[in-house]
């Protein structure tokens, strides 16, 4: 079986890149490409123009979708291990090690084997293990599953830092608006095959409609509405009248014309969201 | 080989930093010197049994004392005494037989009254006292007798490495030692390796540390650091095993040595040559068992199936420890010889022929390229393994799986 085929992106250094796809579309795969585990049959991957080797790999941080630690090992340890593997040595292990403990909150459980943390801090470990040896490249898996809205925040707070620091960031999640506030470009993959790329406005600029907010949605309106071309209602449940057009649509003659013939309070032109872009490309594959 | 020297180095910092470790080198310490004065503590508890009295004609008595000193821890004598009931033995707490000798015309007559018969060897007895009996029956001189007994025999070593019995025991018991210490090593070290790859794929570390490192240097590190670790360990081991068994330089004196044989050795027996060779064939067995172990404890999805896959892997060098014992009593017969050339097997059984037998050179430095030749396709093989293995979850793969894994 051919998990991804054809997928092709790039990414801006210092920025950060939102993988999305649904379950199985193959952005694990694409993942675990880019940091080295897997070897792509076909076509290339490189950093900085140059192919992936084992030093360039070694500047990157990976969190993968599946957590694990080594158990028994001491939360402070299990940073520095993770630090150490990454080519850290002493003072630069400890310093960044501690670091990262106070970043996270982690202080009170530095001296608990991880096993004996709940999921969240776990992760919150992990995370730290990812990113301890300030990569260039953080590859992060479904980062905020299973952590609370407490901790989401912090983790979100952590990213934005390490944004600020120039470390770019690929990260993949089902919250969209989590990679909607991160993110400066996305990557749209479903069945391993890539079927939207770019920056925010890039991908709402190839969407054929435009939704717009009328209230109140009087019986006039509505007239004027279904005169458009290619416009029609959609379903609504807040007594506004919501309706799509066509995306070339002059949306100030609409407006002139609603004036015209009732008094119009709110005239919205609803810009799509990274969830509406999703689910209409996800749909649109299927 | 920077990613080499840093799982290297990280392994051996989270090994050394290990409770199960340190605890591993006390018992196996303990464990060592136990084997070695075993039998002296079985000594002990055998001379508490062969304490005996003597009884019987004074002249006999006199010189049944001597004698029966080699076999029998002789309490009292009892000269003159002819008549033993059964009070008196239990009068003598201590005492497990009453030996009660008597003249009879031209032979000598020998009662035995013992508190339980099994401790009381008749073998022993008679070649005891048949210095007394041939005197008796012979009526030659005690000065004459014993020179006729002392039959000279001299030893002339032909092909042998060693020029003494006593040498070439002392390398039999050096010999056994160290391949003791190195079944036990490879079989602790080969199994924690696999529950610790089995450890960290189950518990999905995994793709973190192929993502950090290269899987092959990820092996190779971890091998390497145990096997480092684990001439640690043998060191440690070996030193506790001659300090609680060796006595340095030449051996002892012949009626010392009877008597010291079970429980102490001459280093003297063992060349540097033989250490390089068992340094040389530690290593490759170990490379080769652990990196197997390794690669089968890739394939796991549950710590509970390790004792299943580990069974069959375990065979071989149980075979080649058995074998590696009858080598060291038969070092030149056919199957020991042609197991020496035998990978996974080699290891044990060529290094007990270097010990005990003159093996030539061409021998050894065939057996070497073919196992390191055999070390290195393993490594090949299982660094394949791993790599898939490490990230393969869901059902066990099948051979055929495995196969097609190693031919990619």
Excluded at chain 1, 10 to 39: D, H, Q, W
Excluded at chain 2, 243 to 259: M, N, T, V
Excluded at chain 2, 386 to 406: E, F, N, T
Aim: with cysteine; proline share 5%; glycine share 6%.
């Amino acid at each position: 079986m051919r998990a991804v085929r054809d997928v092709s992106f790039s990414i801006e250094a210092g920025s950060t890149f939102g993988l999305l796809g649904p379950n199985g579309a193959g952005k694990t795969t694409t993942m675990r490409m880019i940091v080295g585990i897997y070897m792509p049959d076909g076509g290339s991957i490189a950093w900085k123009s140059a192919p992936i080797d084992g030093r360039i790999r070694r500047r990157f941080g990976y969190l993968p979708e599946e957590r694990g630690l080594y158990g028994r090992m001491k939360v402070r340890e299990q940073i520095a291990f993770f630090g150490r593997l990454h080519g850290l040595v002493e003072p630069d292990v400890t310093t960044r090690t501690q670091r990262w403990i106070d970043n996270l909150e982690l202080n009170e459980y530095v001296d608990r084997p991880c096993a004996e943390l709940s999921k969240g801090n776990q992760q919150k470990v992990q995370i730290a293990c990812a990113a301890v040896h300030n990569p260039e490249l953080l590859v992060l898996d479904e980062p905020f599953t299973g952590l609370d809205p407490v901790n989401a925040d912090m983790l979100l707070a952590t990213l934005r830092g390490l944004k600020q620091n120039d470390t770019t960031l690929v990260l993949s999640s089902h919250q969209m608006w989590q990679l909607e506030q991160l993110c400066d470009r996305f990557c749209i993959i479903t069945n391993g095959e890539n079927r939207a790329s770019g920056t925010l406005a890039q991908l709402r600029a190839v969407w054929t409609t435009r939704v717009i907010r009328i209230e109140p949605g009087g019986e006039a309106v509505r007239r004027v509405l279904q005169s458009v071309a290619g416009a029609h209602p959609l379903a609504s449940d807040d007594g506004a009248l919501l309706y799509e057009v066509p995306a070339n649509t002059e949306l100030p003659s609409i407006l002139r014309d609603l004036v015209a013939v009732e008094s119009v309070t709110r005239f919205e032109a609803i810009e799509p969201s990274l969830h509406d872009i999703y689910v209409r490309t996800i749909e649109g594959a299927a | 080989m920077n990613d080499f020297i840093t799982v290297y180095s990280a392994e051996i910092m989270r090994r050394l930093r290990s409770r199960i470790f340190i605890v591993g080198i006390l018992i196996g310490a303990i464990g060592i010197a136990a084997l070695i004065k075993l039998p002296a503590l079985m000594d002990s508890v055998a001379t508490q049994a062969n304490r005996i009295e003597i009884a019987g004609d004074p002249a006999l008595v006199s010189q049944a004392g001597p004698l029966l000193r080699k076999d029998y821890h002789v309490i009292r004598a009892l000269p003159g005494k002819t008549t033993i009931l059964p009070s008196d033995l239990s009068d003598a707490k201590n005492v497990s037989a009453i030996i009660l000798l008597r003249r009879s015309g031209h032979s000598m007559n020998v009662v035995v009254y013992a508190r339980d018969p099994g401790n009381i060897s008749v073998s022993s007895l008679r070649r005891d006292l048949l210095p007394i009996s041939l005197q008796i029956a012979t009526g030659l001189s005690r000065a004459d007798l014993s020179s006729a007994m002392k039959l000279p025999v001299a030893m002339r070593a032909i092909n042998s490495k060693f020029g003494t019995a006593a040498q070439a025991n002392d390398a039999r018991i050096i010999a056994y030692i160290m391949l003791f210490s190195l079944y036990i090593l490879i079989m602790i070290n080969s199994q924690l390796i696999m529950s610790s790859v089995a450890e960290e794929k189950t518990s999905r570390i995994a793709e973190m540390l192929v993502a950090s490192v290269n899987p092959s240097a990820l092996l190779s590190g971890k091998i390497a650091a145990s096997a480092t670790l684990a001439i640690v360990q043998m060191i440690i081991w070996i030193g506790v095993g001659f300090l609680f068994g060796a006595h340095p330089g030449a051996p002892p004196a012949l009626e010392a040595a009877d008597s010291a044989r079970a429980t102490t050795f001459s280093l003297s027996s063992v060349s540097s040559a033989d250490l390089a060779g068992f340094a040389a064939f530690f290593l490759l067995g170990y490379l080769q068992v652990s990196t197997m172990f390794a690669a089968v404890g890739s394939l796991v999805n549950r710590t509970e199936d390790l004792g299943a896959l580990a069974g069959p892997l375990v065979i071989p060098v149980v075979a080649a420890f058995l074998i590696a014992m009858t080598a060291l009593a038969a070092p030149n017969t056919p199957v020991v010889i042609i197991t020496s050339f035998v990978p996974l097997i080699a290891p044990f059984v060529m290094f007990a022929r270097i010990v005990v037998s003159d093996v030539p050179a061409w021998q050894v430095m065939l057996s070497l390229a073919i196992n390191i030749a055999a070390t290195w396709a393993i490594a090949v093989l299982a660094g394949k393994i791993y790599r898939v293995g490490m990230l393969l979850y869901g059902r066990p793969p099948k051979l055929a799986q495995i196969w097609s894994v190693i031919r990619s």
